[in-house]
């Protein structure tokens, strides 16, 4: 493991480190095959079944979507370049069927998931998960992902998922179904509930899915193909325009010391219940009263409430089932060791130069913590 980064380093250097220790044991062992013979997997203690036969793939397709685009970058850390020549071996052998690494798109529901958040990964970064590939290797990812559509998406955001998967055939060049992509949008746009947020399905639920799933999706998804269908322009728009407030609603739910509500469910997916905020900011499309070095204070905050505590990984490296350490019972039947990769979404903004304002402004304090110290701030307000 790599030495902690000093108390006076920058923030970009901590996350640097942060993101280093979440993704080597991860890379490391499969770009070497060796994922399945080396990789821990722990269950939660509401486990019902054995998720062995997804968590490869889980810790892999997630990991991969939030660090990808820092992977794609051209940002001089020598961690970046180290893992992105892993990650592009590490796609080969997950994808080879003669690999002792190659993973499961395709038996039992889950699978299309985690081949979904592969393909977001793809899409995030082509520049170093697509176009260098060989032609063997492109060959090998198209035939995995495609054989995900076997799987029927259930009426919630797993509609996502199909579309997400069909958005990296078009992005490939690939025949793809955009019935899949518009009944997701249609259903999504039925389900939506106001000021930003959407059920999982017919329904309003508690929890972070609109951060975890439903508009990150959305988003990578319209940005690929929302072009080529005139009707999908007002859909589009809408997508973006309820994203923005979606993620200035999750700034503000970041507590003074980088806590945040434990609502809902998937709480072990830790920081990645601000995928949409850390999207936006890598997509330069924070609204103005929303200061990009502002949300780069917030989110370090969550990253050091959600893996500084002690138990948070393994000795071996590997993350362990929790919000704030080690809490077995916290995850569903459905988490395990894979499941956990997620938290890699708030990594996204590493994606940006280190001249970008995100990282270059001096830290200023987030809404909470401006409004707990006394600071005048203007109302919220509802789109």
């Known amino acids: 493991m790599t030495p902690p980064p000093s108390a006076d380093a920058t923030d970009r250097t901590t996350w640097v480190h942060d993101a280093t220790r979440m993704a080597l044991p991860v890379l490391s062992a499969l770009s070497a095959g060796k994922l399945k013979a080396s990789m821990a997997v722990e269950h939660s203690t509401n486990a019902t079944q054995d998720r062995r036969p997804h968590t490869h793939l889980e810790a892999f397709g997630r990991l991969m979507a939030g660090i990808s685009p820092w992977l794609?970058?051209?940002?001089?850390?020598?961690?970046?370049?180290?893992?992105?020549?892993?990650?592009?071996?590490?796609?080969?052998?997950?994808?080879?069927?003669?690999?002792?690494?190659?993973?499961?798109?395709?038996?039992?529901?889950?699978?299309?998931?985690?081949?979904?958040f592969l393909s977001q990964a793809i899409l995030r970064?082509?520049?170093?998960?697509?176009?260098?590939?060989?032609?063997a290797v492109k060959r090998n990812v198209i035939a995995a992902i495609k054989s995900s559509r076997v799987i029927k998406p259930g009426a919630n955001n797993w509609l996502l998922f199909s579309?997400?998967?069909?958005?990296?055939?078009?992005?490939a060049g690939e025949a793809w179904d955009a019935m899949r992509v518009d009944y997701a949008l249609q259903q999504h746009e039925q389900w939506f509930k106001g000021d930003g947020a959407y059920g999982d399905g017919p329904?309003?639920?508690?929890?972070?899915?609109?951060?975890?799933?439903?508009?990150?999706?959305?988003?990578?998804?319209v940005d690929e193909v929302g072009k080529?269908?005139?009707d999908w322009d007002a859909l589009a728009a809408n997508v973006k325009r309820r994203s923005i407030r979606m993620a200035t609603v999750l700034e503000r739910l970041i507590a003074t010391d980088g806590s945040f509500p434990p609502i809902g469910r998937s709480l072990a997916y830790r920081g990645g219940a601000f995928q949409l905020l850390a999207q936006v900011a890598l997509q330069?499309?924070?609204?103005?009263?929303l200061p990009p070095a502002q949300v780069r204070t917030a989110l370090s905050a969550v990253l050091r409430r959600t893996l500084d505590a002690p138990g948070t990984y393994d000795d071996a490296g590997w993350l362990r089932i929790g919000l704030c350490g080690h809490q077995p019972s916290i995850g569903e039947?459905?988490?395990c060791t894979g499941s956990l990769y997620l938290a890699s979404m708030i990594f996204l903004p590493?994606?940006?130069?280190?001249?970008?304002?995100?990282?270059?402004?001096?830290?200023?304090?987030?809404?909470?913590?401006?409004?707990?110290?006394?600071?005048?701030?203007?109302?919220?307000?509802?789109?």
């Open 350 to 383: 590493l994606g940006l130069p280190e001249a970008d304002p995100f990282w270059a402004d001096a830290p200023q304090p987030f809404t909470q913590q401006k409004i707990w110290s006394g600071v005048d701030v203007p109302p919220d307000k509802a789109v």
């Open 72 to 116: 794609a970058s051209d940002s001089p850390e020598p961690q970046r370049k180290q893992l992105a020549e892993m990650a592009i071996l590490a796609l080969d052998h997950a994808t080879n069927p003669a690999s002792p690494d190659f993973m499961n798109y395709c038996d039992g529901g889950q699978s299309l998931v985690d081949t979904a």
């Open 203 to 221: 329904y309003f639920h508690w929890d972070y899915y609109n951060s975890f799933v439903i508009h990150p999706m959305m988003l990578d998804v």
């Open 284 to 289: 330069n499309r924070l609204p103005e009263n």
């Open 333 to 335: 039947g459905y988490i």
């Open 125 to 135: 970064a082509p520049s170093l998960l697509w176009q260098p590939l060989d032609a």
């Open 228 to 230: 080529t269908r005139r």
């Open 163 to 171: 579309a997400t998967v069909e958005a990296f055939l078009a992005m």
